[in-house]
């Protein structure tokens, strides 16, 4: 079975390497020869030992039926989406790393690989190396997961630790990350909360089988914290987090957040340093369930590409696609519809304007369990008084 | 299709009782029905909302073709093997969360498995509720494992996390844990190291494919760790677990071993605290990937036995058991092998006996790195010039 590596940038480059120089594994695992069969990409290629592979033209893949999967590692909507699409609706099976377009596509991607009888597979588009995906529906898909809480973008988790580690300020840590080459010049997906909302709703859509759209999230990035925030936090027992939350409601529905949150240093994500990624898994049969390692990278990221590969290639005869759908009706359950705790630092004492709150440090305290309109209340009470330094979530 | 489960025990009833309460998640998940058919079991059942379902007699199930699984919760090896053995050569596919078994005749019967194109699973042996030999199998097939080192034992993790957070000495520890129903009376195959060689050891046969006896790896339990040690190790900014590791050299052979080790707080490894377990696998593509959850319990092995479940029912059409295979000859590698850096405690400076060790306290060392020979030699001249108190290996 041959495979078509649409796109030979960083991940696209990764996956044709493992594919070449671990081909004997691969196989072995994969129960029978899977082999590199095209290498796409519009760029010239530099002197890679698969340049016979090279190609820019699509439609030869499309039309060779010895390609059974198509691996996408382009990323962005377009040409991706059409390309997959393609790919499937010509009865090949595809896998991707491309969050962007598993979260605003995956519905109907998956939809047509169902129809087509082809798998549609993208364990590397969340957590890069870390195998999540799969044991989310192979292995957890009947023990019902309540709750998911992720450390899910690297450059975040980097520039937070170096903050926590030697008490720079943001902006400090974002330029020592952006030297390192783990931000970008423009950081704005990462920092923001952008990128990490996309891989929240892949695990939500797939978790419980509804989609769950980006654009439906809260979500915020860790561009407000500051060394103030981690200094208190540490010394009160926390460290700070950009946590992708998703719970799964009484009601059916889905209440998500994406934002920094004061966690526990006893909790097992507040351990999770540097770029590493890590999803906390709260089920109803497996009580608690962490999954950790590298969310990014040539090679892992790659090695979770090939990972799916071989599943195509081992069940293509078989196929037991997993699947979401329903994304007409939104399964948001309203901002409103958890209530949290939160850190909160002032330029003053609050006892009088927020009554309940646990006091942690001068002038900074952890309120009682808030929904965000109350919190929009408390703020306000608060300008009255004096002024807002910082409000992060607790993660409990 | 029917599921027969063996054994009405803590695991056994757990499985009853998911398989009762949530069959349409268990159905939907597998893609067709799955009941509860048989729950077999010596001792009189109490009242069971599948009371209809007891029986004493195995035949029945051997004979009865809508039994199309398995699932064995009895411990120990026998009945276990007899009856799983009958039942794959009957054609039906088999799950187990029976680690001796596993450990012991696992070779024999996943080729028993392989012969009669049936399923033979057992994600629940190793690490209870944590998705982890499904991963391990079926997402880093490929990914060039070459070192796997766990936390697999809850009952000494739970010891060991009491006394460094309370100072508490060895026994009582214990105590604690005995009277928490966390320890067995007879604690032994816990506190030895028993119970967690027979886990390395099928992580091992699973991810290098070849038999790793328990009986071939060296192992030593946490009986002799003492407060002291605690309190140095955490002066020193490291932990005391008890590490089951395996590791592939470059030969081919595996250098596999049991025993406390101290672990930098800065390794994923130090913060899995009480019951929980985890288990960091290294690998070429992936680099560090951890899995950590609930390595023991009712419900979180239950789960773990109905992933399998699952799994068996989804596959029945297109078998792709896992193997491993060539348990004749030794695939150990020798406890000289490898090297490493050791703790050790003395009553007296040994900078004259122990050329190149770094002083981390009073009277405490880590050493160059070394191997057991060497260890022995090491011991040997600590003894000549006063006492040696304690002798623990680094895990780096």
């Known amino acids: 079975m041959k495979v078509a590596v649409l796109g030979h940038g960083t991940v696209g480059s990764g996956v044709c390497e493992i594919l070449w120089n671990r ?5 072995s695992a994969a129960g029978k020869t899977v082999e590199l069969g095209y290498v796409l990409d519009i760029k010239d290629l530099g002197n890679v030992p698969y340049s016979d592979k090279i190609s820019k033209d699509f439609s030869a893949v499309l039309s060779d039926p010895e390609v059974g999967i198509v691996a996408e590692c382009i990323g962005g909507l377009e040409p991706a989406y059409s390309y997959i699409k393609s790919a499937l609706e010509n009865g090949k099976s595809a896998v991707t790393s491309n969050k962007e ?3 605003e596509k995956g519905e109907e991607l998956l939809s047509i690989a ?3 009888n082809v798998n549609f597979l993208f364990e590397a588009s969340v957590g890069g190396g870390i195998p999540l995906i799969r044991p989310l529906y192979s292995s957890m898909n009947a023990a019902g997961i309540t709750e998911m809480a992720g450390i899910l973008n690297g450059t975040t988790n980097y520039i937070l630790t170096k903050m926590f580690r030697f008490g720079a300020d943001y902006s400090e840590a974002l330029s020592d990350a952006q030297r390192l080459g783990y931000a970008e010049r423009d950081p704005s997906a990462d920092v923001l909360g952008w990128d990490a909302c996309r891989k929240i709703s892949i695990l939500s859509s797939l978790v419980w089988g509804k989609t769950l759209k980006p654009s439906e999230i809260p979500t915020e990035g860790i561009d ?3 060394a103030d925030d981690v200094k208190i936090a540490e010394q009160s027992g926390f460290s700070i987090k950009l946590l992708a939350r998703a719970k799964l409601l009484e009601n059916g529905k889905i209440f998500a ?3 920094p949150a004061l966690v526990k240093n006893d909790s097992p994500l507040a351990s999770v340093s540097d770029v590493f990624n890590a999803v906390l898994v709260k089920a109803e049969t497996t009580g608690d369930v962490l999954f950790y ?9 790659a090695s979770s590409v090939i990972a799916d590969i071989i599943e195509c290639a081992k069940t293509d ?3 037991k696609t997993v699947f979401w759908e329903d994304g007409a009706q939104s399964v948001f ?3 409103d519809s958890a209530s949290e705790k939160y850190f909160i630092r002032t330029d003053f004492d609050v006892s009088a304007v927020v009554p309940g709150a646990e006091k942690i440090a001068e002038n900074a305290y952890i309120t009682t369990a808030l929904t965000e309109s109350e919190v929009s209340v408390l703020t306000e009470k608060i300008s009255e008084h004096g002024k807002l330094l910082s409000k992060i979530p607790l993660f409990e």
Chains 1, 2 share one sequence.
């Open 114 to 116: 169902r129809a087509h």
């Open 101 to 103: 377009l598993v979260a």
């Open 293 to 301: 390692g590298k969310g990014a990278g040539k090679m892992p990221t």
């Open 23 to 27: 081909n004997s594994e691969i196989s």
């Open 257 to 259: 957040k994406v934002s």
């Open 333 to 335: 359950a309203g901002k």
């Open 224 to 226: 407000k914290i500051t």
């Open 317 to 319: 005869d078989n196929i």
